[in-house]
């Protein structure tokens, strides 16, 4: 939602800092004293219950801000980011990017944003209810692979640091569903799978998966 020239200028306001894969990046239930500006890497949002279940609610990668909720509306966070990869992301003071999106009149972008990711939120608990799995698993490969090579059109894409528990967070199945929907995709030459690595071997196939429901 914001510009090449905002981003670039946003990225100057913080210091840097890197994340190992696996690490908790923004910690459920901390004060939003800061948010984070990922420049590269992928990452998943997800919610902890009090009885310890693991609820998936997004990736994001490379141009996303992470906890901006929390800094606005100076609550603790609902929810964690965890680094599937190695990430790099600009670590922002609350007090200092507020003051920013003041002076730049970025308000109404950051709520375009919000809205967006609400209606995106919403369109997947939806797909969850109504399309089969391997509908379901091709389309969080493609967003997957999006993140991972925006504006590309290279068919051949390799996503790493997935479990499969991960993808069966995000699918709203069983580890053993997916591994019945991997194989679909892989008997179809979109895929091809290794432990933690899926490369994405024909893009035009997998995107027939994700619009259809064979």
Do not use: Y
């Not at 801000?65 to 600009?90: D, I, K, M, Q, Y």
């Not at 479990?163 to 069983?174: F, L």
């Amino acid at each position: 939602m914001l510009s090449d020239e905002t981003w670039c200028e946003l990225r100057k306001q913080g210091a840097t800092r890197t994340f190992r894969e696996r690490d908790v990046m923004l910690r459920q239930g901390s004060a939003g004293t800061h948010l984070l500006a990922l420049t590269d890497g992928l990452a998943k949002v997800v919610c902890r219950d009090p009885g310890g279940v693991v609820t998936w609610l997004a990736f994001r990668g490379p141009g996303d801000l992470l906890g901006e909720v929390s800094v606005f509306n100076g609550t603790s966070r609902t929810a964690e980011v965890v680094a599937l990869t190695p990430c790099t992301a600009v670590v922002l003071e609350a007090e200092r990017f507020r003051l920013f999106v003041e002076q730049r009149g970025l308000v109404m972008d950051l709520m375009r944003q919000a809205l967006s990711r609400l209606r995106e939120s919403d369109a997947h608990r939806t797909e969850l209810l109504t399309l089969p799995l391997v509908v379901r698993l091709a389309r969080v490969l493609l967003r997957l692979a999006q993140l991972t090579a925006p504006g590309t059109e290279s068919d051949v894409v390799r996503l790493t640091g997935l479990s499969q528990e991960e993808i069966a967070q995000a699918t709203g199945v069983t580890r053993n569903a997916v591994i019945t929907g991997l194989q679909r995709l892989r008997e179809s030459g979109a895929v091809e799978t290794a432990r933690r690595v899926i490369v994405i071997k024909d893009m035009p196939v997998l995107r027939d998966w994700a619009t259809t429901a064979p």
